[in-house]
């Protein structure tokens, strides 16, 4: 058997290995390599005909918004993402929104590129100082007709020092009053707890969004979540109502995610939206990227399911 010779220059190496790509950023936005969502008329992973929703029309004025608060106080079920990609998609059908940051991990702000550390003013010095209204602090995303209010680590004291305040409940409605006449959406980021900031955005919106992982523990917290819901309807915000709830993170190839699916529209009905988000790799890509998918990968299925998640919010 022969031996391989080393090559005449020392310095030169035998197996060359293919370089190495340190950077996290993906470096192509992706076409359509995912299956398309249902098409209207065909069984949807509700086990429901998929009803047809119009495009809306175009709107003529902007204004009085609509309040949303994506809410769900189990973490990890797609609450921040939601809100990022539903937000980009109901401005490519002409709504101006506002994006709140209502958590102070900052997830949000993060996911739109903005590094909450580096902020000096937040929603939490609109909250907490009177002479900081809430137009210093809403900063304008890569999105045209989508702006932010960001938010921080600060934030956590607010839910402290709100404890002592009178109206603490109604401090997020009187924070937003000044510029809901700007804008058609409003879309509430809150944290992962039921706590007094959540309370807060439940009393200023018009509507809750509650995306539900299609996974069992996810689904056995969602009934503390809705006795929240009746009890803040019940005694601070009488016009409360649940828009509609979200299944995030479903994978039609395992048992477990069409049973819990099955389970929740047989709890909740005709509140579970027809769109459904499937489990895919894009979207912690958009996060990287600090984009919506509705820009990274605009023919991706991620990104006509929000598309479509958008008109039935609208036609809601």
Known sequence: MSTPQPSGNSGERLVRGPSVELSLAPHARPENDE??????????????????VPEPALIGAHGPATVLAVCNQKGGVGKTTSTINLGAALTEYGRRVLLVDFDPQGALSVGLGIQPHQLDRTIYNVLMERAVGIEDVVMQTCVPDMDLLPSNIDLSAAEVQLVSEVGREHTLVRTLRPVMDHYDYVLVDCQPSLGLLTVNALAAADGVLIPLECEFFSLRGVALLIDTIEKVKERLNPKLEITGIL??????????SREVMARVVEAFGETVFDTVINRTVRFPETTVAGEPITTWAPRSSGAKAYRALAREVIAR
């Not at 299956?35 to 429901?48: F, K, L, N, S």
């Not at 299944?247 to 477990?256: N, Q, S, V």
């Open 247 to 256: 299944a995030t993170m479903y994978d039609p190839r395992t048992l477990h």
């Open 35 to 52: 299956p398309d969502v249902a098409r209207d008329g065909q069984i949807g992973p509700t086990g429901r005909p998929v009803r047809y």
